[in-house]
């Protein structure tokens, strides 16, 4: 089984930065892209970041120049460097992995549980 762990979600100010991290761990034998993403109460979950395993880079419109994604391979963790807090990121935000378990079916796509971003103005 392949697990992600959220971590980094907090409660802060406008102007702020936060860095949130996630780590996939398990039955994996490789990762392909990671990302993040987030939803609020009665909307869609929407990318915010994604990135490939060479490093290729992709962001939602609202984050350009505020957010930088990142990845260790060997550790297997992708991380989220959040600057210039905006009240309107506040949100859940998720982890997400397309990972080729150790049986090498086939890709899936797993999701961490969740870790709460909060910014007051």
């Known amino acids: 089984q392949v697990q992600l762990v959220e971590s980094g979600g907090d409660l802060v100010q406008a102007g702020e930065s936060l860095r949130l991290s996630c780590v996939a761990s398990?039955?994996?034998?490789?990762?392909?892209?990671m990302g993040w993403y987030r939803q609020a109460p009665g909307k869609q979950r929407d990318l915010v970041a994604s990135?490939?395993?060479?490093?290729?880079?992709n962001y939602a419109d609202s984050v350009k120049g505020r957010f930088t994604i990142s990845r260790d391979n060997a550790k297997n963790t992708v991380y989220l460097q959040m600057n210039s807090l905006k009240p309107e990121d506040t949100d859940v935000y998720y982890c997400?992995?397309?990972?080729?378990?150790?049986?090498?079916?086939?890709?899936?796509?797993?999701w961490g549980q969740g870790t709460q971003v909060t910014v007051s103005s």
């Open positions: 990135i490939t395993t060479g490093g290729i880079t």
């Open positions: 398990g039955s994996i034998f490789s990762i392909n892209a």
């Open positions: 997400s992995a397309r990972v080729l378990p150790t049986i090498r079916s086939r890709e899936f796509t797993y």
